[in-house]
């Protein structure tokens, strides 16, 4: 996964956007914006439940990422952005 992010990052560095489908915390807390569907999968599923960054899907209610996320961000605290 690593090694997948650093290659991700070096195309978003160049200007690129990249969709990605995902359901790796350690993918979903490093993207800049998140669609979570649901609330369940499947014919259960479907919805837009909340969109926003980690920090924001963490904060949702009902979104079962956002539960599982939240844990995921505070053992791993998004590193400050230099100037």
Excluded: F
């Excluded at 070096?10 to 569907?37: Q, Y």
Aim: some cysteine; overall charge negative.
């Amino acid at each position: 996964v690593h090694k997948l992010m650093e290659v991700m990052q070096r195309l978003v560095d160049k200007g690129n956007s990249i969709l990605v489908i995902e359901h790796n915390l350690d993918v979903i807390r490093c993207a800049d914006w998140i669609i979570d569907l649901g609330p369940e999968g499947g014919d259960k599923g479907g919805e837009i439940l909340v969109c926003g960054t980690p920090e924001e899907v963490a904060e949702h209610p009902t979104s079962h990422t956002g539960r599982y996320l939240k844990q995921v961000l505070i053992q791993h605290p998004a590193l400050p952005v230099s100037a």
